[in-house]
């Protein structure tokens, strides 16, 4: 991909900026081509671009000392106008239009020489571990150059955020390695990450600039994250750093397409999937630019920074092995290793294999192949995934959601690697709108994630706890404590739902289809509170994120956006038969039942004869789903309502 900032200069999301010029002209995206003023010209004559009134600006001079780019996150006003007029109406805003808002407001930033020789601080947080196509970390570096001084990389832990948002160790863990390796690569680029523990949360704004202030900076990068947490963090952040003459940058990274630009004709926030994913597909693709378009690469600060009187000693701190409280035994970090590598190359290693590599080999999440997966001859796994995504007994899927959920790769280099995949004439747009093709449905699973994003940010309750449909705070829950440990062991006497479970106590990991199976076994024939499960799985999952695990959650529970109907209950009999045909993923997961052929493992309890079930020292069904089924229905349709009432 060209390089970020030229080409992002001469579009409408982009603009260039010259000091000492009139007034604004019209955006570059409103000029014929050969208006737009290619960012050669710029080298021999000053250009008279400014900023829009919607400016989010980050404003750095070019190596050309004539020239200033303003790199425009997405316009503020068209995502507040889109997710706040409706709030604004009645005087009430959500804390991500607060921080936009904020950002707006602020004075133009105005460089002078004072700025000559400082260094520029990038705020890595923990779904950014990456240096490749991440936009706040691309344009710190750019400041740092422009103005000669050096980029410094902090990463805060913050184990009171861990406790708080049920952060699980194998999450941690992931991120402790994926800094390791980022230390490593910084260093090469004679680039610090210095890392720090700060306790308790709440101090955490005050300390960061404190930091910043001691290191001599002025400038702090970093991109927005949506859980409500973490936006009020950042608000406090950006006022203190007005407070103290910082400028703070935040940058729109963590989805495609940003929440507040994909909007009812109304102007508000979508609550519903399928028109939200046309229109964000639309908007996608007719904006390559602004939304694939890769960020430019981390350039290297000058070797004199090792030996800086300030900046040289933070090459000495180093990434800790474990954060207190969030430890692995010797055997999980093992298996962890084995299992979730990290850095951006196994990352990327993965995403080329899912793309343009065939099935040809048993997932280390199982034992063997099933006969489906031993012909020779196979497409890509991408080409198969509209069939094959619903077969944890096979490795059909990406394996990239715990890098997707710590940042170790951009879901825009998972969307431009897709445009290639499975075809000899590559087609240059998303394709969600094909259900048959594996492309298309895997970019729709990427949409997903943007979705889910977009809802956070959206509707700030669901970063709460609370149920999107709020009819559902109402429902009475099972409380039995038995049950709830059963289902967390694997112990359900359900095959299919034992392995998921089991799958997920011991890799961090679940299929997706398991984890709607088991999501729903919990909330509708167990009939207990999904907020169980939720935190179950946040503290289990090596990728663990709020949006994606709430939201499916909600789906599976019915109380969130775009969820299933309630009445749609998913028999675990007929999905283990559906999602595990030949019981491969049962014999690895559950080897109690290894013995057992196709036709009875996924119901041993009724298709073995009593004295044989006993012999497999495995329990039986802990509910009958045809009656359970009837009273998840019957509270569902009554929320608040017991079975007495």
């Known amino acids: 991909m060209a390089n970020f900032f030229p080409r992002f200069a001469r579009r409408g999301g982009w603009i260039r900026w010259c000091p000492g010029k009139g007034p604004p002209l019209v955006p570059a995206s409103r000029l014929p081509a050969s208006e737009s003023c290619p960012y050669k010209t710029c080298l021999s004559a000053p250009c008279s671009w400014q900023p829009s009134a919607y400016q989010q600006s980050i404003l750095f001079i070019s190596s050309h000392p004539q020239i200033m780019v303003a790199s425009l996150k997405r316009s503020a006003s068209s995502e507040i106008s889109g997710l706040a007029q409706k709030h604004q109406k009645s005087g009430q805003q959500t804390p991500y239009e607060d921080l936009l808002q904020l950002l707006d407001k602020r004075e133009p930033s105005k460089r002078s020489t004072e700025d000559k020789g400082r260094p520029v601080v990038y705020w890595m947080r923990m779904r950014d571990l990456r240096l490749s196509d991440n936009r706040a970390l691309a344009v710190a570096s750019q400041q740092a150059r422009n103005q000669q001084g050096h980029l410094v990389v902090l990463h805060v832990f913050s184990p009171g955020d861990y406790r708080a948002h049920d952060r699980s160790p194998r999450r941690i863990d992931f991120v402790l390695r994926n800094l390791v390796d980022l230390r490593t690569r910084l260093h090469s680029l004679n680039i610090p990450l ?114 800086d009187n300030i900046i040289g000693k933070l090459f000495e701190s180093e990434v800790p092995s474990f954060i207190p409280g969030f430890q692995l035994s010797p055997e999980e970090i093992k298996a962890m290793k084995e299992h979730w590598k990290e850095g951006e190359q196994a990352a990327q290693d993965l995403l080329q294999d899912f793309l343009h590599t065939p099935i040809k080999s048993p997932s280390s999440h199982q034992t063997t192949l099933t006969d489906d997966a031993k012909s020779k001859k196979r497409p890509a796994a991408v080409i198969e995934y509209s069939t094959l995504r619903n077969r944890p007994d096979l490795p059909g899927t990406s394996k990239l959601s715990a890098y997707l959920a710590a940042g170790v790769i951009s879901p825009r280099a998972c969307i431009r690697a897709s445009f290639g995949a499975g075809t000899t004439k590559p087609v240059n747009k998303l394709q969600v709108d094909r259900r048959d093709l594996g492309v298309g449905v895997w970019q729709s699973e ?146 109690e039942l290894k013995s057992l052929s196709a036709k009875n493992i996924h119901d041993p309890f009724h298709s073995l004869s009593k004295e044989k079930f006993e012999k497999l020292n495995y329990p039986k069904p802990m509910v009958d789903h045809a009656v359970v089924r009837k009273r998840a229905l019957a509270r569902y349709k009554n929320p608040g309502c017991s079975d007495n009432e």
């Open 446 to 591: 990427l949409g997903w994630r943007d979705f889910y994003q977009h809802v956070l940010a959206a509707w700030p309750r669901v970063s709460m706890g609370k149920a999107f449909h709020e009819q559902y705070e109402k429902m009475v829950w099972e409380h039995d404590e038995k049950f709830f440990q059963k289902w967390k062991d694997g112990m359900t006497g359900y095959p299919f739902i034992d392995a998921c479970m089991r799958q997920l106590k011991q890799l961090g990991y679940m299929h997706n289809r398991g984890r709607m199976c088991v999501a729903m076994f919990l909330t509708k024939d167990l009939m207990m509170d999904w907020h169980l499960g939720e935190k179950w799985f946040m503290q289990n999952l090596v990728d663990g994120d709020l949006g994606s695990n709430n939201g499916g959650w909600q789906w599976s529970s019915s109380t969130g956006t775009d969820s299933q109907p309630y009445f749609r209950i998913f028999a675990p009999l007929a999905q283990s038969e559906k999602s595990d045909p030949n019981g491969d993923f049962i014999r690895y997961w559950v080897p």
């Open 194 to 307: 210095y890392t720090v523990t700060f306790e308790p949360r709440k101090e955490i704004p005050q300390k960061v600039i404190d930091l910043i202030q001691n290191w001599g900076a002025n400038h702090l990068f970093a991109n927005i994250e949506h859980e409500i947490d973490e936006l009020r963090r950042d608000i406090r952040v950006v006022k203190l750093g007005r407070d103290h003459k910082i400028e703070v940058d935040l940058f729109h990274d963590t989805c495609i397409v940003e929440p507040g630009k994909v909007l009812t004709k109304q102007n508000n926030p979508y609550s519903v999937f399928g028109p939200w994913q046309r229109n964000w597909a639309n908007l996608v693709n007719s904006n390559f630019d602004d939304y694939i378009e890769s960020a430019a690469e981390c350039g290297s600060n000058n070797e004199d920074a090792k030996t």
